[in-house]
């Protein structure tokens, strides 16, 4: 078995605000092992915003521990890249300086990793815009310029957080397909937290239910297709279905409980 | 905004265009053609109306001046020497409470974003100082002080600062979470947030801040002249009220209309090409 990189013990958080406090997560435990895909779905508001927030170190749990590469997380280091629900970015600069981003905010960048990031650009078909501003591509084009700044300080855990929610269906199919081959070549370990459990089979070798706030691993499903390994292909695979409708199955389940 | 999807259209232009499209760019040229010679006409117009009325005695020249009287006052303060003196006190006043009044607005609301606690304790303080006519202060000013140019170029910061620290601030404070968020997520510190996203982010509005201060200085310089100076086109202004020479009165008037002009389109200036070089 590939080796742990990321663990969460008996994870607990707790948000306070004037009015009352919420758990958002309690006692969780999860890990993910180098190399894999694993994608997160679960009910709207349970706490999957919250768990990456923790991984990335943007917030501290309010107990049990969160360990990448078996150090504990206390701040947003350069081993993770996060990738938000909204590119964001920013309009006043090109693809090129956009790209370089991370690098910057963290007294990395030099001629290697500059060059590094620009080899990103150009493996994955973006090189012709390097020098396009954000406002003259289009939103899946976006997304890749938004995932090559994630990738350009070579994190070893992404963290995917509904990236593709904003974009229309097709775009969406098309794009989740280039992000999946992107993070296989560049041989990076994932988290996708989505909504959508098709897109969440289609990508991930693992996929977790998360239950009702407070967010717990309800149930995990090991992803076996019989198909090649790209998403659009995936989905037309015989199991696919099965999968579909065990997950389904977890979620409308809950639907019942609530009502 | 606009220009921007003017650009695109230049550039995705093509090179043959429809019959239909030529007419329509016609269209909007002529209209543009007419708006433009409208502005000339009105002005011509007024000042050629203003000279007969004038003359014809429809008007009192004594009261109302004519374009002639005011072009007359002008060569002749011109020919006593005093014409650039009194230009260049109004202008270097304005330019230097512009400055200062822009410089300190920036800083302070840059320290108020810094300080979230800060900024809610001054909140109401700004407030109500954004409410006070700041010429109310005009004689304290003259007080502490001194009935010098120190206290018209304090007036005229005076009364463009507050409203710059609150655009410029509100700029700052509109920055998306999410967009702070990425930067968190990149490990960045609070003074890279700063430098590398809420500044250049708050461009536009920090220029539409500056075009607002423009013309409130103007106003707060004007007072101050009025209130102390020796000098000047505010002091003309009063000196020539006061010895019933309407002639002069208008004439620092009409000077003021151009030099105010000028400065904003030079400030307007400034923002396209910064708008520009920021996307360059
Ligand atoms: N900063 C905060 N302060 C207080 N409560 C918060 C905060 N952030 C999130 N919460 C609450 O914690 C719970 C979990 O939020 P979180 O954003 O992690 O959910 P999520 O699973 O990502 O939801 P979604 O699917 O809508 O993105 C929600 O009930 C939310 O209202
Ligand atoms: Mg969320």
Known sequence: MEPIIVELKNVSLIYHDPFAETLAIDDLNLTIREGEFAAIVGPSGC?????????????????????LGGNKVTSPGDGIGYMLQHDHLLEWRDVEANIVLGLEVKNMLNEKTRAYALDLLERHGLMEFRHHYPQQLSGGMKKKVALIRTLA??????????????????????????VHKIIKQEHKTALLVTHDISE????????????????RVKKEFEIKLNAPDSPIARRQAPEFRGYFDSIWKEIEYREKALQ | MKKRSSNKTKKNAPATMSHEHAVYLSKIKRKERFVVSMRYVILIGFLLLWELFA??????????????????????????????????TTLYETVVGFLLGTLMGILLASILW????????????LVVLNALPKIALGPILIVWIGATEASIIAMGVLISLIVTIMTVLNGFNEISDSKQKLMLTLGASKWQIF??????????????????????????????EYLVSKAGLGYLIVYGGQ????????????????????????????EKRIIKWRKH
């Open chain 2, 243 to 270: 010895v019933f020479q309407l002639d002069l009165v208008m004439a620092s008037i009409i000077l003021l209309c151009i030099l105010a002009a000028l400065m904003y389109y030079i400030v307007a200036y400034f």
């Open chain 2, 195 to 224: 430098v590398k996203i809420v500044l250049p982010a708050s461009i536009p509005t920090m220029m539409s801040a500056l075009k607002l201060s423009v013309g409130m200085t103007w106003v707060g310089i004007i007072v101050g």
């Open chain 1, 47 to 67: 706490g999957k915003t919250s768990m990456l927030n923790l991984l990335c170190g943007l917030t501290r749990p309010s107990s049990g521990e969160v360990l």
């Open chain 1, 153 to 178: 300080f070579d994190p070893t855990l992404l963290l995917l957080d509904e990236p593709f929610s904003a974009l229309d269906y097709q775009t969406r199919l098309h794009i989740s397909d280039e």
């Open chain 2, 55 to 88: 003359r014809i005695g429809v008007i009192d020249p004594f009261i109302a001046s004519s374009p002639s009287r005011v072009v007359r006052t002008i060569l002749s303060l011109y020919n006593e020497g005093s014409l650039f003196t009194h230009i260049g």
């Open chain 1, 200 to 215: 969440a089979i289609s990508m991930a070798d693992r996929v977790l239910v998360f239950s009702d706030r407070p967010a």
């Open chain 2, 114 to 125: 810094w300080f979230p606690t800060a900024n809610k304790i001054f909140d109401p303080y």
